[in-house]
């Protein structure tokens, strides 16, 4: 079955465009995040039409800046898959156990670090 796209009253399939924004300037600026790596991991891995390596132009995706990644899609894409993706690239790199992904707006994605509340100070009166 084919996808279906939004179109216009003539017919016509209307152009569907999106910009997505994965910010990792935080752990990018301490050294623990490669942001050359994230963005061929995404050139790798992302799927249109179920096949890998099928990007064309439909899907281009840039670094910008200082650890921002911008994914621009001329097709029906999902943001939740940007985020699913950039917690597969977490998890491979071990770094899921320190990194986050949070949706600050539409479309924008924000690499956080966990905050670490200490404790200590409080077993050490007992």
Known sequence: MAPVTATKKG???????????????????????DVSAFEKFLHDKIKVDGRV??????IQISQEGDGKIVVISHIPFSGRY???LTKK?????????????????????????FNVVNDGDEEDDE
């Open 53 to 58: 390596g099928n990007l064309g132009e439909t």
């Open 89 to 113: 690239f977490l998890k491979k790199n071990l770094l899921r156990d320190w990194l986050r992904v949070v949706s600050t707006s539409k479309g924008v994605y924000e690499l956080r670090f």
């Open 82 to 84: 940007l985020k699913y």
């Open 11 to 33: 017919g016509k399939p209307e152009k569907v465009t999106q910009k997505f924004v994965i910010n990792a300037s935080q752990p990018a600026s301490d050294k623990i995040f």
